[in-house]
């Protein structure tokens, strides 16, 4: 045994002073002689020998500036890292390595663009695909840049488009595939680039086309292999999907051959398992399907030696299996061991005692097994408070589950699983803590629970959006800081998770010690970084503190004194409104959703667009607004406030308040009384957002008008006449070709109010957009915009109406420029008059100039219109209730304003000044 130990020593270093001296050697063919060496180590297994000559040989190619040497000697370090499973250091190795073609001005090489692979591999063996995706995108960049079309750049294509169909982004996905298939000029992955299209389209449900492209696959996979492997699978899943379950079973039949054939291809034999396992079930075998699933879980058991996500997953498809059959084991059982693989000290006798929401993993399938036994506990109708309150510590732990998913790197197509029921999921949330909250009438915990609860929810909507958009948000940071502070956030994450396995594995204090040690250093660091970058840029405060969820107690603080806060959730039998009072009083009443309020709801939302109808039967939209206003705010809810503060939900976020009726009426439109004259009204997507402090630098101009078609227009377009007369006294204006993309786009920043008096077009999200001179400004572009503006007014048509998402309300051209950093908004219901809004605007700007805050001198306006000298028809709420406003009550103070306490300043200054000089010269 040390005869052999030895030999295999010498023949190490001898082979490490060929490779050398073939280094040192003419550089023709050296870099061949270092490969085919390299090779010999690597197909030996050598790690110990490798992990030698390659940190020698990167020394010294580095000192001959050999970068196609020093390029190989990574690659196999890396390789060889990921092989022992020390993937910190392999990644350290390509930043390290990367950092040295840099330094050498060799940052746009070839070499780099493979160590960038390199590294987003790595990345993938993490799980973390942000930060793979963000390195395969550097290589991209890179080979594009160098015009090189070879299978690197196809396999960084196809990788990259393995990640958008994870996220879901499937047209994304489908672009970088086409890419993968032009750049594959050898045809090496073309396969595989096959599978993943096949898969691509799989997940979007377009089943003809993905089996289209699985048989392109096939028809080009070798005989053997895991390309084609991965292809059957694909095409097993579409004719499961399909109905072709003969088929289906074929397909895995031949998969799991090849897996068989490999003893670490477990997981995908698990995968294999559930399939059939699904097709047992569809086919009424539901014997068979537990006989796949005892399979799957004996082969995964007798490999996996400890947690495993693999397991976790089986285990919930086998509870939602046995949750619908009701056959054999409680699915119950099932998802506390699928929890158990999440957190290994989780005891389910013991379950009173939650894991906490801090020591939750990276792993998606945690929060589907915890909503999954939340969701069992209060199954029965006659289930007890205990058995809610329970099930609503589960439901707080799903989420902090998917929460905590959401904002790392570790997603993976499981986000997708849990994303398809997430909104059912919220929903059982919500109706499990409103009926608690309504079993226990005279206990207020969790009526604030619920409330909280949903404020949560929402601010998790708002932060997905700015994640999506981190890079671009925070791009004036430098990157070495960004890369820095999300280097932080990942080891914080990881480290916390491996304290918590290493807890429940009882190991020995001085490891316990060591990695808390660890956990506070780098807390420590990450806190002062985020200190130092929030002094330096304020955009980086504004990120990390938007979308964050507020108390009770916070957001009442932050409310006016004789304010109210309505706050709707849309479930599938009732609307459910919370409200919010100064003193945090939160009350709960239900609103059934039945066929005669739905149809006066309907009715109500479709009379307000319509002009004719108003017109031809004003006594049937009193009888309506008057009805709706009793379901949606009965009598005494509002007792003593004078300010609401709505927050919709559903259809109600097509429905201005402000046009419904206190009481009865058949009078005239001029006369009625509306909601508009007992409260100022005021709409948010979060009650959080009334929270949100202000720490965007002020913007040096007060208002800027843009009006595109105030005297001209272009093809397809109609003048708006009147469009040039809604600005503010001394705004900036941008009229005509002036208002061009660029000009809007550079100037708008530098603005307190901005103001658009254009045409908008709303719909779904790829029609969404508003109008400037050359081009429209799609919902995607403005998403990108940053601004520093106290107020938006949108006055064109059908600003606050866009595509309706369960859970994330409209998604309208308003919400996108509250997600640019406008404070409030003026936005639109529907197509408005353009004399009208002209009217109506110049009347809101001449009470804004009298100190009324936005909310009271909106209000105003619509007043004044209501007591104008027009003709009772133009008094239909139709001409003056599309406006409404969302947002940040505040005032706009001219910009002069900010120079008086400047000039007591300075006053109070010079006076102490010339104290201190007379005291200095008594002395």
């Given amino acids: 045994m040390h005869l052999t130990r030895r030999l295999i020593m010498i023949a190490g270093s001898c082979a490490l002073m060929a490779i050398l001296l073939a280094q040192n050697a003419p550089k023709t063919g050296a870099s061949e002689q270092v490969s085919d060496a390299l090779d010999a180590f690597w197909e030996r297994d050598a790690y110990d020998t490798l992990l030698q000559v390659t940190a020698q040989g990167l020394t010294q190619s580095a000192a001959l500036k050999d970068w196609k040497t020093f390029t190989l000697y990574s690659r196999y370090r890396i390789k060889t890292l990921n092989a022992q499973d020390s993937l910190e250091q392999s990644l350290l190795c390509a930043q390290q390595s990367l950092k040295t073609l840099e330094q050498d001005g060799q940052g746009n090489s070839l070499f780099a663009a493979e160590l960038w692979m390199r590294k987003a591999l790595t990345h993938r063996n993490l799980e973390e695909l942000r930060a793979g995706l963000e390195c395969y995108e550097n290589a991209i960049r890179i080979y594009e840049k160098n015009k090189v079309n070879d299978p690197y750049l196809a396999f960084c294509y196809k990788n990259a488009a393995q990640v958008y169909i994870r996220r879901a982004e499937h047209k994304k996905?489908?672009?970088?595939?086409?890419?993968?298939?032009?750049?594959?000029?050898?045809?090496?992955?073309?396969?595989?680039?096959?599978?993943?299209?096949?898969?691509?389209?799989?997940?979007?449900?377009?089943?003809?086309?993905?089996?289209?492209?699985?048989?392109?696959?096939?028809?080009?996979?070798?005989?053997?292999?895991?390309?084609?492997?991965?292809?059957?699978?694909?095409?097993?899943?579409?004719?499961?999907?399909?109905?072709?379950?003969?088929?289906?079973?074929?397909?895995?039949?031949?998969?799991?051959?090849?897996?068989?054939?490999?003893?670490?291809?477990?997981?995908?034999?698990?995968?294999?398992?559930?399939?059939?396992?699904?097709?047992?079930?569809?086919?009424?075998?539901?014997?068979?399907?537990?006989?796949?699933?005892?399979?799957?879980?004996k082969e995964g058991r007798a490999y996996f030696k400890g947690p495993n996500r693999e397991m976790a997953i089986l285990y919930c498809h086998w509870g939602d299996f046995l949750q619908t059959t009701r056959t054999g084991l409680d699915p119950l059982e099932l998802y506390q061991k699928a929890l158990r693989e999440a957190w290994p000290e989780y005891q389910p006798q013991t379950s009173e005692k939650l894991p906490a929401p801090e020591t939750t993993p990276l792993e998606q399938w945690a929060a589907v097994a915890a909503a999954r036994i939340a969701e069992n506990l209060i199954q029965n109708q006659q289930a007890t408070n205990a058995q809610r309150s329970l099930a609503a510590d589960y439901f707080d732990l799903a989420f902090s589950a998917s929460d905590r998913l959401l904002y790392s790197y570790g997603a993976d197509e499981s986000k997708l699983y849990f994303m398809e029921r997430n909104f059912d999921i919220v929903q059982a949330a919500v109706e499990n803590l409103a009926e608690l909250a309504l079993q226990n009438p005279t206990d207020p915990a969790p009526r604030r629970r619920l409330f909280e609860f949903l404020e949560n929810r929402r601010a998790t909507v708002l932060r997905s959006a700015l994640e999506a958009q981190r890079n671009f948000a925070l791009s004036e940071l430098p990157e070495s800081q960004r890369e820095r502070e999300d280097a932080l956030r990942n080891d914080l994450l990881k480290t916390i998770g491996e304290l918590n396995i290493e807890k429940s594995k009882r190991a020995d204090s001085a490891t316990l010690a060591q990695l808390d040690k660890e956990r506070f250093r780098i807390e420590t660091e990450l806190q002062e970084l985020r200190q130092s970058l929030e002094k330096q840029y304020p955009i980086f405060t504004q990120f990390n503190k938007a979308g964050r969820a507020r108390t009770v107690a916070d957001i009442a603080a932050a409310m006016p004194d004789t304010a109210l806060v309505l706050s709707f959730f849309d479930t599938e039998k009732n609307y459910l409104c919370l409200t919010l009072n100064k003193q945090e009083q939160v009350q709960l009443y239900r609103i059934p959703k039945d066929s005669v309020f739905m149809a006066q709801l309907l009715a109500m939302v479709a009379m307000l667009s319509d002009k004719q109808a108003q017109e031809q039967a004003p006594q049937q939209y009193f009888k309506l607004a008057y009805a709706v206003k009793q379901q949606l705010l009965p009598a005494g809810i509002s007792a003593n406030a004078k300010h609401l503060i709505v927050v919709p939900d559903g259809i109600l976020s097509n429905l201005p308040f402000e046009a419904l009726l206190s009481q009865a009426h058949q009078g005239t439109y001029a006369d009625a009384p509306?909601?508009?004259?007992?409260?100022?009204?005021?709409?948010?997507?979060?009650?959080?957002?009334?929270?949100?402090?202000?720490?965007?630098?002020?913007?040096?101009?007060?208002?800027?008008?843009?009006?595109?078609?105030?005297?001209?227009?272009?093809?397809?377009?109609?003048?708006?006449?009147?469009?040039?007369?809604?600005?503010?006294?001394?705004?900036?204006?941008?009229?005509?070709?002036?208002?061009?993309?660029?000009?809007?786009?550079?100037?708008?920043?530098?603005?307190?109010?901005?103001?658009?008096?254009?045409?908008?077009?709303?719909?779904?999200?790829?029609?969404?957009?508003?109008?400037?001179?050359?081009?429209?400004?799609?919902?995607?572009?403005?998403?990108?915009?940053?601004?520093?503006?106290?107020?938006?007014?949108?006055?064109?048509?059908?600003?606050?109406?866009?595509?309706?998402?369960?859970?994330?309300?409209?998604?309208?051209?308003?919400?996108?420029?509250?997600?640019?950093?406008?404070?409030?908004?003026?936005?639109?219901?529907?197509?408005?008059?353009?004399?009208?809004?002209?009217?109506?605007?110049?009347?809101?700007?001449?009470?804004?100039?009298?100190?009324?805050?936005?909310?009271?001198?909106?209000?105003?306006?619509?007043?004044?219109?209501?007591?104008?000298?027009?003709?009772?028809?133009?008094k239909m709420p139709y001409y003056w209730a599309a406006f409404t406003l969302s947002g940040r009550d505040t005032t706009l103070s001219p910009e002069s304003n900010y120079l008086i306490p400047a000039l007591i300043g300075l006053l109070l200054l010079s006076v102490g000044g010339f104290w201190f000089w007379r005291r200095k010269l008594s002395g």
């Avoid at 908008?760 to 601004?787: C, D, F, K, M, P």
């Avoid at 001449?846 to 936005?854: F, H, I, R």
């Fill in 173 to 297: 996905a489908g672009d970088y595939l086409l890419a993968a298939i032009r750049s594959d000029s050898t045809e090496t992955h073309l396969p595989s680039i096959y599978s993943q299209i096949a898969n691509n389209y799989y997940w979007q449900d377009s089943l003809s086309a993905a089996e289209k492209y699985f048989r392109l696959g096939t028809a080009l996979a070798e005989s053997k292999g895991n390309s084609l492997a991965a292809l059957h699978m694909t095409g097993a899943a579409v004719f499961e999907k399909k109905g072709a379950w003969e088929q289906s079973e074929q397909l895995i039949a031949k998969a799991l051959e090849y897996y068989r054939q490999d003893p670490d291809e477990v997981d995908n034999r698990m995968r294999c398992y559930s399939l059939l396992a699904s097709i047992a079930i569809k086919k009424g075998r539901p014997n068979h399907a537990a006989m796949f699933f005892e399979q799957a879980e």
């Fill in 674 to 874: 509306y909601l508009l004259r007992e409260f100022t009204l005021q709409y948010t997507w979060s009650a959080t957002m009334l929270c949100n402090s202000d720490v965007a630098t002020k913007a040096s101009g007060n208002n800027l008008h843009i009006a595109p078609f105030g005297r001209e227009t272009r093809s397809g377009l109609g003048l708006l006449a009147f469009s040039t007369e809604e600005q503010a006294e001394n705004a900036m204006s941008l009229h005509g070709s002036s208002a061009s993309l660029t000009r809007v786009w550079t100037e708008a920043p530098r603005y307190r109010v901005l103001h658009f008096s254009t045409h908008a077009q709303a719909g779904n999200a790829s029609e969404t957009g508003i109008e400037l001179w050359e081009q429209r400004v799609s919902l995607a572009q403005l998403y990108t915009l940053r601004l520093n503006a106290d107020l938006v007014c949108l006055s064109a048509c059908e600003t606050n109406k866009g595509a309706y998402a369960k859970g994330e309300g409209v998604l309208s051209l308003a919400h996108a420029f509250a997600y640019a950093g406008a404070r409030a908004l003026i936005a639109t219901h529907w197509k408005i008059n353009d004399r009208a809004s002209a009217r109506l605007m110049q009347s809101f700007y001449d009470e804004t100039d009298k100190k009324l805050s936005l909310t009271q001198a909106l209000r105003q306006a619509k007043i004044n219109w209501l007591r104008s000298s027009e003709p009772d028809a133009r």
